[in-house]
């Protein structure tokens, strides 16, 4: 599996950005995908997941905020970030875990997934 992420950038606080994950290698259908963030200085945390299926969940810091989606033809997957603020300023990985193909399942926890893009900067000013 090769993941490749692109879209970060550079945003003044409240503005948006999306990003994208390539994802290829294998069958897209039969993985979750998920969007993780390491700040300066601090550990790699959780933002968001989605199935197969298409079954997602956001971390609450993230909510009303954040939308991960997929598309299982262009075997990508997306986040939208809107009202963006400084405390999003991370490095942002995909990453990919292997479930049943359509499967709702998934996880937030980074030690199950297996593959992970080299990430890309998200940075917020106020």
């Known amino acids: 599996v090769q993941l490749q992420a692109s879209g970060g950038g550079s945003v003044q606080a409240g503005g948006s950005l999306k990003l994208s994950c390539a994802f290829s290698?294998?069958?897209?259908?039969?993985?979750?995908m998920g969007w993780f963030r390491r700040a300066p200085g601090k550990e790699r945390d959780f933002v968001a997941t989605?199935?197969?299926?298409?079954?997602?969940c956001l971390a609450d810091s993230v909510k009303g905020r954040f939308t991960i989606s997929r598309d299982n033809i262009k075997n990508t997957v997306y986040l939208q970030m809107n009202s963006l603020n400084p405390e999003d300023t991370a490095i942002y990985y995909c990453?990919?875990?292997?479930?049943?193909?359509?499967?709702?399942?998934?996880?937030?926890?980074?030690?199950?997934?297996?593959?992970w893009g080299q990430g890309t900067q998200v940075t917020v000013s106020s």
């Open positions: 990453a990919a875990e292997r479930r049943p193909s359509y499967s709702s399942s998934y996880s937030v926890d980074p030690a199950t997934f297996g593959y």
């Open positions: 290698g294998r069958t897209f259908s039969s993985y979750a």
């Open positions: 989605i199935s197969g299926g298409g079954t997602s």
